[in-house]
């Protein structure tokens, strides 16, 4: 009989989890018992950890509890904790001791720390060790470990105190000790350490695999450069989701009653910013009736300030996001972005202006259009600035709706410079 892998290789197992993701439930599930338990774990690593765990608990019990048995600590965690606590703790009931002690101190971390991203299977050497024996050691191993990119040295109470490479072995002499090869300066994290540093290490480094200790620097796991990669999409995800005030749970296959339930609040809310934008319009009804072309410059400044403002917003999300950028940069990035803004603004400013000069041969409103353009631009480059920075310095997520206030803000600085400018000056426009 063939094995596992010559059954199924990865990109096999990779497209089958991406078919029976967009099947219908019920039909997936049925996919899902015909396959061995070992194959049925990695059909659901490759899959999300919503749809996984909801196939999971539509399974008999007994099959369940084998399918995560076979799973690699790590990926069997993700999708246990999408379960109810009294699901999990079923499982955890039927499962072998073994393997429920060590899912059960796995799910003790937050999910979002390098101990929740972590897998206890690591290959881990004595000091006293040669390169022969060690080797033994890691081939008797292999099939077991998570990764052997690296081989982590440890002493008798499992105390970290070095790490070698897979070359590091083969190119040594076997005789000589792991104590004598091994590099005694170890990049490491304690299980508390936030999933973003994690990330950033490995983007710093370019490690394949990082090590993970308990503050007695006694070895527990490792984070794999796989585990980051989910990481970084998730976060990306969630901060593009934010940006337009949609929650990271969010997906255009997303069911519709979920769908209303979460989406709907924002827009709500955005619906509610638009009145105050249309109450800062109402007052200068007068004003637009005697010059209506000044309605049609009002989308026109409004919307080149809200995009404008929206690169800068997302240049500074997407720093604080991977350390780029500090709430200590405040001003470095304001006087940045208050010269960009007057450099473009003024070249936006003339374009826009030479347009309504053209179409209303009126100097003063082409003047008006021009000195509307150029404010929107600077207060959009600095409120895009602002506005992330305020909110991480308030403790929330910076891309938290940031767009929505931005281009709020924005509509309402356009149409008051537009109108406000256009009142003061409605005699001149008028011959």
């Known amino acids: ?17 991406e078919g029976l993701q967009k099947k219908p439930l019920e039909e997936a599930l049925q996919i899902l018992e015909g396959l061995p338990a070992e194959v049925a774990g990695e059909v659901l690593r490759h899959m999300t950890p919503e749809i996984s765990s909801e196939l999971l608990a539509r399974l008999e019990r007994r099959e369940a509890v084998e399918i995560l048995e076979e799973m690699a600590p790590d990926s069997a965690v993700d999708i246990m904790e999408e379960l109810p606590q009294a699901e999990r703790e079923e499982l955890l009931r039927e499962m072998e001791p073994p393997e429920a002690k060590i899912l059960e101190e796995l ?40 990764t052997i990119y690296y081989a982590y040295v440890v002493d008798r109470e499992r105390r970290l105190l070095g790490v070698l490479s897979m070359r590091d072995l083969i190119m040594s002499h076997p005789k000589k000790t792991i104590a004598e090869i091994m590099h005694r300066q170890v990049v490491a994290v304690t299980a508390d350490t936030d999933a973003e540093e994690v990330a950033s290490l490995f983007d710093r480094y370019n490690f394949l695999a990082l090590p993970v200790i308990d503050r007695a620097n006694h070895l527990l796991g490792i984070v794999t450069v796989d585990d980051v990669l989910d990481v970084i999409r998730q976060e990306t995800t969630e901060d593009m989701h934010r940006l337009v005030g949609l929650p990271k749970e969010e997906s255009v296959l997303s069911p519709l009653r979920a769908a209303l339930k979460r989406r709907i609040p924002w827009l709500l809310v955005n619906l509610i910013t638009a009145f105050l934008t249309a109450l800062v319009v109402a007052p200068f009804a007068e004003t637009i009736s005697a010059v209506a ?19 800068v917003t997302t240049l500074v999300v997407r720093g604080l996001a991977v350390g780029e950028v500090a709430l200590g940069d405040l001003w470095r990035i304001v006087r940045k972005e208050l010269a960009f803004g007057l450099i473009h603004g003024v070249l936006a400013g003339v374009f826009t202006a030479a347009l309504a000069l053209l179409l209303t041969q009126n100097p003063w409103l082409a003047l008006i259009v021009f000195v509307a353009m ?58």
């Open 1 to 17: 009989m063939r094995s596992f892998q010559e059954q199924y290789t990865e990109p096999e197992i990779v497209r089958l989890a």
């Open 107 to 146: 799910i003790s971390y937050p999910p979002d720390t390098a101990g929740g991203l972590m897998s206890p299977q690591v290959v881990a050497l004595v000091q006293d060790l040669t390169v022969e024996e060690a080797i033994a050691v890691l081939r008797r191993a292999a099939s077991e470990a998570e």
């Open 293 to 311: 072309i000044l309605a049609a410059f009002m989308p026109v400044i409004a919307g080149h300030g809200g995009n404008t403002g929206t690169q």
């Open 374 to 431: 150029v404010g929107n631009v600077l207060i959009a480059g600095i409120m895009g600035s602002l506005i992330p920075l305020a909110l991480k310095r308030l403790g929330q997520d910076p891309a938290l709706a940031s767009a929505i206030w931005l281009t709020t803000f924005t509509d309402i600085c356009g149409f008051l410079l537009l109108l406000g400018l256009g009142t003061l000056l409605l005699g001149r426009m008028i011959p």
